[in-house]
T-cell receptor, first 115, second 114 residues
Framework: EAEVAQSPRYKITEKSQAVAFWCDPISGHATLYWYRQILGQGPELLVQFQDESVVDDSQLPKDRFSAERLKGVDSTLKIQPAELGDSAMYLC?????????????FGPGTRLTVL | AQSVTQLDSHVSVSEGTPVLLRCNYSSSYSPSLFWYVQHPNKGLQLLLKYTSAATLVKGINGFEAEFKKSETSFHLTKPSAHMSDAAEYFCVVSERNAGNMLTFGGGTRLMVKP
């Protein structure tokens, strides 16, 4: 069964360092999402891609966060510099297309700890 | 604007007894509603979804949910809890006019006692 892949699964870093997370969506899925899930809360959308274009990044803290999906397939989320409050689970999800009733499939996530 | 409220942050049941996880939503338009489950250190898995068809929705692992528009509720139930059901459960709302963006509730942690 096809799955969304994410790496690394766990990342520990010190504040002010740069970190990057990678996501490989299910093959053929045009829409890709990055979510942040703080411990004890539900996921919140950070950025949404349709192919290589950003559809919604209104909740992305652009002073330190960046996301790209250059070839419309896999995607990278970067934080520079990391802050203590960035400690969270970062989830990637994909779906076949933006419109219509089709399911979002989630990856296992990257758990970030900032010391 | 859409929002979701999960009324209980923690629910504890004994194995073999019924499960009820409560969810209320707010939506300006006819919403789609979902329940996702998250086991420790795992990604989110879709349990079931409502998309304007039958109001009683059956999902995987014996779970079901009923859409009640008059009460703006979408409670999740299961007749008999199993130890493997222990996890975090999220109620989620989506609106077509919001680009099908998912809005998650705060989650309910289900604990199952032997």
């Amino acid at each position: 069964e096809a799955e969304v892949a994410q790496s690394p699964r766990y990342k520990i870093t010190e504040k002010s360092q740069a970190v990057a997370f990678w996501c490989d969506p299910i093959s053929g899925h045009a829409t890709l999402y990055w979510y942040r899930q703080i411990l004890g809360q539900g996921p919140e959308l950070l950025v949404q891609f349709q192919d290589e274009s950003v559809v919604d990044d209104s909740q992305l803290p652009k002073d330190r966060f960046s996301a790209e999906r250059l070839k419309g397939v896999d995607s990278t989320l970067k934080i520079q510099p990391a802050e203590l409050g960035d400690s969270a689970m970062y989830l990637c999800a994909s779906r076949i297309k933006l419109a219509g009733d089709n399911e979002q499939f989630f990856g296992p996530g990257t758990r970030l700890t900032v010391l | 604007a859409q929002s979701v409220t999960q009324l209980d942050s923690h629910v504890s049941v004994s194995e073999g007894t019924p499960v009820l996880l409560r969810c209320n939503y707010s939506s300006s338009y006819s919403p789609s509603l979902f329940w996702y489950v998250q086991h420790p250190n795992k990604g989110l898995q879709l349990l079931l979804k409502y998309t304007s068809a039958a109001t009683l929705v059956k999902g995987i692992n014996g779970f079901e949910a009923e859409f009640k528009k008059s009460e703006t509720s979408f409670h999740l139930t299961k007749p008999s809890a199993h130890m493997s059901d222990a996890a975090e459960y999220f109620c989620v709302v989506s609106e077509r006019n919001a680009g099908n963006m998912l809005t998650f509730g705060g989650g309910t942690r289900l604990m199952v006692k032997p």
